[in-house]
Every structure is written in structure tokens, then in C-alpha cells.
């Protein structure tokens, strides 16, 4: 255990400082997101990428910084730009899912094609899993691929596909081998969002604005060299990607900062003049939530030490969906209720403004629900982790069915 | 950096546990709680074998010289073991005190010998440890006086290291004329809890600290790291036990692990616990290479392991069905230890408080 900063990240510490003395002020706003980035996010991003202080350790050959990983220096960074309340960077399907899929089983070509232009923002990604019949069941994916004269031609209809109105491309589950078992027949396509045959409807969530779609295939060509590691290996590949999801939404830093804005708010709001973090019933809501980000910030640095040392870390890291949702709507419940009543006034104003930070909490509240349903849903986590993580036997199988 | 364990440091936890594994088994765990002092002359030398008691202790006076994380993966396995060990009192807290509070010739006289084992300290603090019962002791012209419930560590003591309201510690030998104890056997049958009462007994003030109650406070928050790794090891045990049993126990022609609603509860004690153990870490370190976080992250860690300690044990004795209920299958030695840890050195509520404190959250403002 070995917490300090050595002279090395004293270093890196200083250069970041020094960096947002001179260009933190061309930092977006922090928080948002959920929408297109716009030209200043870009700016920023391509400068964040340029400094290493996103997209750091993938390989230069690929538009990133090539630093080897070092889990202290990650946590520098994301610790100086969280001080300083800069924004540290895009976090979007694409560069927390995808990408670290390709590095993975990516051919030399797709990582080359898609790597840079994705950390850099300037390729948005959706991800192309679910349909209306198979939810949980995404292993049995209907929408189907058929290879014709080198192109694959996709048919069907996918569902609640966040960003897709406005992604410039789709990583695409759909069944390729009919003939093969329901996890042996799929496989993942990489196509533009711009192919023809290809809509996308924006369907409106709970939150009152549009975030997710469905999207119609008929008969969508794609070139035969879009897939990813082969025929029949959809399911492998799915999985990659959502190990990375799951970590993505569990992140410990988003809690931290959430913590952060949550105590402000409880030292401002207040009811008859008493503040509400001089209330006993809300500051111990507080304080417990604070113990738990306290475990959930520390569990997140062991997985990260682990990860660096190249161990899987099982059950530890199978928690992260399950656990880090329900924290974080729970840190998002305090939020609303310490708003109260003058929280309740709710005006979204969609995607091309800042919604004021009552409208913002109560989306963040609702998101939340969804964050726990998107990704494998709270049950389908629970699943994992008893059977792949305690190795409790599974559900016996209904009979009749594949 | 690294957040983890060094290889010493498993290699450490490993004979730990092989030790205990050996040395405890059911019968024996059964045979030393019906006493319930909390103490067994054989397993406390054997411990010196692994250098259990100079484990803080630096390495002039005897001891290993090592940090509290180290102590907390002991004090976790012991947890772990439901073991009848002083290990929280007689080893780290006294260490502590005499390292923050006594001079080198006090340390010299009283380190190398609880490094050996030859003597046990239990620590009586006075009503800033945020226990329920009475604490007041008074100094006066070398004697004290008064009386502290509920000490913990005691059953078997030698000594007792007693804090004042202002933080300073005074030594007082447990047989001394003036010292006066009772025993109580706890729901905790591997430690009970003593009352001890002073008329006057002589004592030797430690005065070398320069903020008393800075350093008091230290050895405090010490030992509430040392109980929320207790029950994380308690807590794990359950849940180890209950995994087990999930794949053993039928009934509806299948085993019961395979039923969902068994699973989550599992899944839900794992999702709790398996964080715990990364805090329970970090707040270890950060008592000696972190002093702006130490008090905070102490006053949590303890606060958080009571409540998931108490979610575990409840959730993990369900699972055991009629046979988590009985005595037979000795689980409960577990969800005692679990509880008795909660309520000592401060319970949640009162470790929150302080927690607020700490951060300048004041009521009513
Ligand atoms: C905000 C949000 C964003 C999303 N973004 C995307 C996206 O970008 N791309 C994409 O492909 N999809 C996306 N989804 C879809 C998401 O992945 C699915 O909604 C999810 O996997 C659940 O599937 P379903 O809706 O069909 O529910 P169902 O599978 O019908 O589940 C309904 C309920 O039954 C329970 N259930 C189902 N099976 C089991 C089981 N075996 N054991 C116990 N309980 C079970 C579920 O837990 C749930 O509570 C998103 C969803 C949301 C809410």
C-alpha cells in the first residue's frame, strides 16, 4: 500500500496545474452530457488527448498519448481535474466501451480507422444491442446479418439505442449464423449511421427529452471487413464491451464529485432559516452516504491497482453496476429531497441549453432508474454475481426452450 | 502507487489464518467462550511465535516495528476466527499509547514486554470514546479514582492503560491496592466486557505527548479501525459459511443456491461487504501516512462495517434456515462478535457525529 505521491507524480501533478492555470478557462462546463459535444468540448478534448489527460495510455499509433498504464497517474489526474472543477474529459460509449474493445480483439485496421477519431470526439458511437423481444436476453438477438456479394445485409429493429439521433456510428449485435446455437450465431458489425436503409427514431424517455431511439434496418449493406473478430463471435465481443459499460456506469470519481455538489447544496439549502446540514435527519443521510462513496472510492482504487497488475478481479469487479447505481441514485435522492419543494419546478430544455440545477438533479434522479435498467438491469447484475461470482448453481433451464 | 497488500504482508495474513485455522477449531472456539474471558494462556504464547504482540512495537523495544494496516489484516483474520484474543486493547491500543504518550525510559520498560506477551494492557477510555455506561476517572496527586464500564480487552489484564477527560494516559498494575475489577461475560462469549473501579490506586502518569488529546484520539480511532476489521473478518466468515451451505442445503428437490431470491440476498451481502474490506485498508493507511483523512476515514469505517456487519449477519443466519438459529452449528459466535464490535469504542450514530464534527457540519446553524 503506497498512497503517496512520488517526485515522478509530483511532477505530473505540477504540469496539470500549470495546465489549467493557462487553459482552464477554455474548460466546458462540468456535468451535462448525454448530448452531442459541441465545438468548445472538442477544442478541449483534442487538447486533453494532445496533453495525455485523455486517451493516455492507448498507443500513439492510434492517436493516444502511448503512456504506459500506471494507475497512480490516472488518479492524479482525475484527482487535479476534479479539484480544480475542470472538465476532465468526454466519457461516451465510444471511448468507454468501444475502444477498449477494439484494443482488445480489433483487427490492426479498425483500430487504426476508429481509435483517434473516437478519443478525440469526433466519432460518436451508439450501441446497437437491444430489441423490443430480447432485453436480458440479448443472446438472442433476432436482427440478422446475411453476406451478399461482400457486404452484409442487416434487417430488423433495435431499441432504446441512447445517442443514436445524433451517432455517427453503430457497434451492431445481430445473428449472422441461423443454422448455429443462440450465443454461437451472432456477430459485431461496426457501420455508419448514415448507411441507407438505416433510421433512427428518437423515443422519448421519462426525463421528457429524447435520449434514446429505435432504430429500423432494412436492408442496410455493410462491408463484409466491419466485423469484429470474426464470424460467430458477437457474443464474445458484447461481452468485452459490456465488462467496460458496467465499469463505466459504476465509476467511483462520478460519485465522489456528485458527493461533493450534494454537501454544497445541503450547506445552502435551508428550511426556517436552519441550513439543512445543521438538520440531524439530513446530515446523517449525508454522512452515511458518505461512508459508503468513502468504501466505493477506496474498492475502485484496489480494482485499479488490480487491474494494472493485470489480475481479474471476479466478483470485486461484478459488484461495480449493481452497487455503484444504487449509490448513486441514492446520492441523487438526498439531492431532490433537499431541494424539497422548491425543487419541483421541472423545465428540460433539451439539448442545446443548460437546464437550471433543479431540472438537473431531477434528470440525474430519473437517469438513474434507467442507469440501473440499461447495461443489464439490476437483476440480470444480481444474477452474475451469485452465479459467475459465488458459483451458485444456475436457474435449472425451462424445458422447450432454447 | 499501489493500493494493495505487499507480499509480506500475505505471506503474514496467510500463517495468520493457517495459525488460527489449526489452533481453533469448533470444540476448542466452544470450550474457551463458556468462560468467556476472552483470553486462553496457550494460544496467546503460541501467538508470540508469529510475533502477533510486537507487531507494532518497534523494532528496538523488541517489536516488528510494523503499521497499522498490518494490524488491521491481524485484526481481521482474528474476527475471521471468532478468536478469544485481547489482540484490539493489550496489543494495538497499548502499543499506541505508549508510542504517542510515554517517555523513551516508560517505553522502554513497557514496549519490550508487551512485545514478549508478558504483559497485557486493557484501556479504559473516559466518556470521549462515545461508549454508553459511566466513564469518569480523576487525577489527583499520582492516585486516580472513579470508574469506567464496559472496558473491552480486560478478562484477563494486567494493566490498565487509563485515559483522563484531557487525553493524558496513566498505568496502573490490575493488581494494584485500590484497583478493583468486575467481569462480565458479554453476548460475546469470546470477550466480555469489565468494569473497573479506582479508590485511590497509585499510578504513573504518561506526559510525554504534546496534544494529549490529539494523541488519545489517535489511539481511539486506532482502535475502531481494529473493530470494523474485526467484523469485516466475522462478516466474511458468515458469508463464506452461507455461500457454502447455498450449495449443499436441499429442498424442493433442488439446492437452494439455485433458487434466485437466495442468490440476491448473497449477491446483496457480497455487493455491501466486498467494498469494506478496500475502506477498512485505506483508513488503516491513512492513520500513518495520511493524517488529514485519519479521523474521518476511522470514524467511517467504523460507522459503515457496524451497519453492514449487522446486514450480513442477519442475512447470512436467514440463509442458514432453523439450523442458523441453533447453537449446534455455532454461527452465532460470528453475528455476537459482529454485534459486540458495533457498540464498542462508539456505535455508528456516535462515530457519524464525530465524523460531522470533524468537517464543521454543526447542528442548528
Ligand atoms: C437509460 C437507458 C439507456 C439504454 N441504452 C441502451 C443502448 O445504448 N443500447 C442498447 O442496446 N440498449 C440500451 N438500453 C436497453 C437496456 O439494455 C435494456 O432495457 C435492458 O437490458 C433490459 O431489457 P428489457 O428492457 O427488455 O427488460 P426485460 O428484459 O424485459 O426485463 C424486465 C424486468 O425483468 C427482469 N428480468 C429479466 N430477466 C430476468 C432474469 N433472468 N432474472 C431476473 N429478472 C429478470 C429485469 O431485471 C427487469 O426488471 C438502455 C436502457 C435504458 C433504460
Request: glycine share 16%; no cysteine; charged share 20%.
Given at each position: 500500500m503506497d498512497l503517496m505521491l512520488s517526485e515522478p507524480y509530483q511532477a505530473l501533478q505540477a504540469e496539470i496545474r500549470d495546465f489549467i492555470r493557462h487553459h482552464g478557462d477554455k474548460s466546458p462546463k462540468v456535468g451535462g452530457g448525454r448530448k452531442r459535444p459541441d465545438q468548445k468540448t472538442l477544442d478541449w478534448q483534442k487538447r486533453l488527448v494532445e496533453h495525455g489527460y485523455a486517451g493516455r495510455t492507448i498507443p500513439k499509433e492510434y492517436g493516444g498519448f502511448g503512456a504506459t498504464p500506471d494507475v497512480m497517474a490516472a488518479a492524479v489526474i482525475a484527482g487535479e481535474f476534479a479539484r480544480a472543477n475542470v472538465y476532465a474529459g468526454l466519457t461516451n460509449q465510444g471511448i468507454s466501451m468501444l475502444v477498449p474493445t477494439l484494443l482488445e480483439v480489433g483487427t490492426e485496421e479498425q483500430k487504426r480507422q476508429y481509435v483517434g477519431p473516437t478519443i478525440r470526439g469526433d466519432i460518436i458511437w451508439c450501441q446497437g444491442y437491444s430489441e423490443p423481444g430480447n432485453g436480458s436476453d440479448l443472446a438472442n438477438a433476432q436482427t440478422k446479418a446475411e453476406l451478399r456479394d461482400g457486404y452484409w445485409i442487416v434487417n430488423g429493429q433495435k431499441i432504446w439505442t441512447s445517442s443514436a439521433h445524433y451517432a455517427d456510428m453503430m457497434f451492431l449485435l445481430c445473428r449472422t449464423e441461423p443454422d448455429k446455437s443462440k450465443h454461437d450465431g451472432l456477430s459485431y458489425l461496426l457501420l455508419s449511421m448514415k448507411s441507407p436503409g438505416l433510421e433512427a427514431r428518437p423515443l422519448k424517455t421519462m426525463t421528457g427529452r429524447s435520449e434514446f431511439n429505435e432504430v429500423f434496418f432494412t436492408d442496410v449493406k455493410v462491408p463484409e471487413t466491419q466485423?469484429?473478430?470474426?464470424?460467430?463471435?458477437?457474443?464474445?465481443?458484447?461481452?468485452?464491451?459490456?465488462?467496460?459499460?458496467?465499469?463505466?456506469?459504476?465509476?467511483?470519481?462520478?460519485?465522489?464529485?456528485?458527493?461533493?455538489?450534494?454537501?454544497?447544496?445541503?450547506?445552502?439549502s435551508e428550511i426556517d432559516g436552519v441550513k439543512l446540514i445543521g438538520i440531524s435527519e439530513y446530515r446523517d443521510r449525508l454522512l452515511r452516504l458518505q461512508g459508503e462513496v468513502l468504501a466505493w472510492k477506496a474498492h475502485n482504487l484496489r480494482l485499479l491497482t488490480e487491474a494494472a497488475q493485470g489480475i481479474d478481479s471476479g466478483v470485486k469487479r461484478m459488484i461495480i453496476k449493481y452497487g455503484g447505481t444504487m449509490l448513486g441514485f441514492r446520492l441523487s435522492s438526498l439531492a431532490v429531497d433537499a431541494l424539497g419543494a422548491a425543487g419541483l419546478p421541472y423545465e428540460s430544455l433539451g439539448e442545446d441549453a443548460e437546464d437550471d440545477d433543479a431540472t438537473t438533479w431531477n434528470i440525474d434522479y430519473m437517469y438513474d432508474v434507467g442507469l440501473m435498467i440499461g447495461g443489464g438491469s439490476t437483476n440480470i447484475q444480481k444474477n452474475i454475481i451469485g452465479e459467475r461470482g459465488l458459483d451458485l448453481p444456475r436457474e435449472p433451464k425451462v424445458q422447450g426452450r432454447a | 502507487m499501489d493500493f494493495g497488500l505487499t507480499l509480506e504482508q500475505r505471506q503474514f495474513d496467510d500463517s495468520l489464518r493457517a495459525f488460527l485455522t489449526d489452533h481453533l477449531p469448533m470444540e476448542r472456539l466452544r470450550a474457551l467462550a463458556e468462560p468467556g474471558i476472552g483470553y486462553d494462556e496457550t494460544l496467546w504464547r503460541n501467538l508470540t511465535e508469529l510475533g502477533l504482540h510486537g507487531l507494532l512495537v518497534p523494532e528496538r523495544f523488541?517489536?516488528?516495528?510494523?503499521?497499522?494496516?498490518?494490524?488491521a489484516l491481524a485484526a481481521e483474520a482474528l474476527g475471521h476466527a471468532a478468536a478469544p484474543v485481547p489482540f484490539v486493547g493489550s496489543i494495538v491500543m497499548a502499543t499506541l499509547g505508549f508510542m504517542n504518550s510515554a517517555t523513551e525510559a516508560q517505553q522502554d520498560e513497557y514496549l519490550p514486554q508487551i512485545a514478549a506477551g508478558e504483559c497485557r494492557f486493557a484501556v479504559a477510555l473516559p466518556s470521549f470514546a462515545g461508549q454508553t455506561g459511566s466513564a469518569s476517572v480523576q487525577w489527583a496527586g499520582s492516585r486516580l479514582s472513579g470508574r469506567v464500564t464496559g472496558v473491552a480487552d480486560a478478562g484477563a489484564a494486567t494493566h490498565f492503560l487509563v485515559y483522563l477527560a484531557d487525553g493524558h494516559a496513566a498505568v496502573v498494575a490490575a493488581d494494584a491496592p485500590g484497583v478493583s475489577t468486575r467481569m462480565h461475560r458479554s453476548i460475546d462469549r469470546t470477550r466480555p466486557v469489565v468494569d473497573v473501579t479506582f479508590d485511590g490506586a497509585l499510578a504513573e502518569r504518561l506526559d510525554a505527548a504534546n496534544a494529549p488529546l490529539v494523541a488519545a484520539r489517535r489511539v481511539l480511532d486506532t482502535g475502531r479501525i481494529m473493530l470494523a476489521a474485526d467484523t469485516l473478518g466475522a462478516a466474511q466468515r458468515m458469508l463464506d459459511a452461507a455461500v457454502a451451505f447455498a450449495k449443499e442445503r436441499v429442498q424442493f428437490g433442488r439446492v437452494i443456491g439455485s433458487f434466485q431470491g437466495l442468490k440476491y440476498t448473497l449477491a446483496e451481502c457480497v455487493t455491501a461487504l466486498e467494498p469494506c474490506r478496500a475502506m477498512v485498508w485505506y483508513a488503516a493507511y491513512a492513520q500513518d501516512a495520511l493524517p488529514d483523512e485519519a479521523r474521518l476515514t476511522a470514524c467511517h469505517a467504523k460507522a459503515h462495517l457496524g451497519d453492514v456487519g449487522r446486514d450480513v449477519a442477519r442475512l447470512t443466519t436467514e440463509v442458514h434456515g432453523g439450523m442458523g438459529f441453533t447453537d449446534l452449528l455455532g454461527l452465532h459466535y460470528w453475528f455476537k462478535r459482529i454485534s459486540f464490535n458495533r457498540q464498542m469504542l462508539g456505535g455508528p450514530e456516535r462515530c457519524r457525529e464525530e465524523a460531522a464534527d470533524v468537517q464543521g457540519w454543526k447542528l442548528h446553524a
Open positions: 466485423i469484429v473478430l470474426g464470424r460467430g463471435k458477437g457474443w464474445y465481443v458484447a461481452n468485452v464491451t459490456l465488462k467496460h459499460e458496467r465499469l463505466m456506469i459504476g465509476d467511483a470519481s462520478k460519485m465522489t464529485a456528485r458527493l461533493e455538489q450534494l454537501i454544497s447544496l445541503l450547506q445552502t | 523488541g517489536g516488528a516495528g510494523l503499521g497499522v494496516l498490518d494490524a
